[in-house]
């Protein structure tokens, strides 16, 4: 390569590396290609056959094609053609490489789907300009569609909320009447109605709450968080443990009390040392959405230990673990957990809490993640600030995975 063609490389940067194809018979041609556009900025293959060189369009997903129009058994306007109708290699570019200069050559090169062409023999400069001009203008219009496609997907999420939050807040209205029309029955009928009628208005009203709180997590999820408890973060500084008992206690008496009691095998060993720095009403509200599903969906036959610790380098982070045994589900990965209706099995109410709880974690700058570490066990891990201004590094998510 001449000091000229070290000029040109010189200016020339792309990261990463642009990926050229050249598909010329002409071993000669072919190093002088590869000799002219060497990394870092560029990764070039080479073909020697038409069918070679479609094999290796097809395979490499190249940016940009050199393509030779003479060549035995396969010429390049057959190539190019071939190309221009595989929905996988259609929309690379094809610069012609050709010895040919009638006009009626570089039109049929052009009716081919080339969008330019370079003549034999080569001039340094005109190539690498070329090339150059025809790797950005891929680059520019594949940028410009993915930020379209962004943008395009930002707006229906962003509609897809609109009339989620709509018809929730509309459906949560009529269930108030609901709730007002069977304490009004509950009130005129007092006395007056059998146990089998009583039981059924009080499997009526439970029915009722559960769909209030499925409206409430759903609510949450489309970015309505002033209308589920707490609103936005008010974060301070205090303990966990304390916290985390009451959550606790006041499930254990609420399951008590069910037509179907439920078992609440939930253990607290979080040290009084261990201190957070988030919204208490947003924490509480994590573990009851947490502890609450996972008494649902396994019918209150798992159990869950509760320890944290602090991490980072001044314990900056508090590291909250639940550990829950005889969780009957599987899925394809842990993080799975968080999706929405991620189970088989959903009671009414239940199969939003998971993605709620994750939401709320991130809403006060944390992070939440999960592990299957063998059969039958599921370890959540939620990673908070343990005081003002901490902020939980990438460094800390992946250690804690």
Avoid: W
């Avoid at 897809?160 to 029955?185: K, Q």
């Avoid at 509950?186 to 559960?210: C, Y």
């Avoid at 370890?379 to 995975?401: C, K, Q, T, W, Y």
């Amino acid at each position: 390569m001449d000091d000229n063609q070290k000029g040109l490389q010189g200016v020339v940067s792309f990261r990463p590396a642009a990926r050229i194809l050249v598909i010329d018979d002409s071993s000669l041609n072919r190093s002088f290609v590869i000799n002219a556009f060497s990394p870092p900025d560029y990764e070039v293959f080479a073909a020697s056959s038409g069918y070679e060189g479609i094999e290796f369009a097809s395979r490499l997903q190249p940016e940009l094609i050199l393509l030779d129009i003479m060549m035995p058994e396969m010429d390049g306007f057959d190539v190019a053609k071939i190309l221009k109708n595989d929905p996988a290699t259609k929309s690379i570019p094809i610069i012609f490489i050709t010895a040919l200069d009638a006009i009626q050559d570089k039109l049929k090169a052009f009716d081919s789907g080339a969008v330019d062409f370079v003549t034999k023999p080569f001039n340094h400069k005109e190539l690498i300009a070329r090339v150059k001009t025809n790797v950005q203008l891929r680059r520019m219009t594949e940028q410009r569609e993915n930020m379209l496609k962004i943008a395009m997907e930002e707006k229906r999420n962003a509609a897809i909320a609109r009339i989620a939050a709509g018809v929730s807040h509309n459906f949560n209205n009529m269930l108030g009447v609901l709730f007002g029309n069977i304490m009004f029955i509950e009130t005129r009928a007092a006395g007056s109605l059998d146990k089998i009628s009583m039981d059924a208005l009080v499997d009526v009203r439970r029915s009722l709450e559960r769909m209030q709180s499925l409206v409430k997590k759903f609510l949450l999820l489309a970015n309505r968080s002033s209308e589920v408890q707490g609103g936005m973060p008010s974060p301070a500084q205090y303990q966990v443990a304390p916290l985390i008992d009451d959550v606790i206690s006041d499930l254990v008496s609420q399951k008590a009390s069910c037509a179907v009691p439920l078992q609440v095998t939930c253990s607290n060993q979080v040290g009084s040392s261990v201190k957070i720095y988030c919204d208490s009403s947003h924490l509480r509200e994590i573990f009851n959405l947490m502890l609450n599903e996972l008494v649902e969906i396994t019918a209150g036959k798992s159990t869950c230990l509760i320890t944290a610790k602090q991490k980072g380098l001044t314990g900056e982070v508090a590291d909250i673990i639940l550990e829950v045994d005889k969780f009957p589900f599987k899925l394809d990965s842990a993080e799975s957990i968080f999706e929405p209706f991620a189970f088989p099995i959903a009671n009414v109410g239940s199969g939003l809490s998971f993605s709620a709880a994750k939401y709320m974690v991130e809403l006060n700058g944390g992070k939440m993640s999960s592990t299957f570490p063998e059969a039958g066990k599921l370890i959540i891990s939620i990673l908070l600030p343990a005081r003002e201004g901490a902020v939980i590094s990438l460094e800390e998510d992946n250690n804690n995975e």
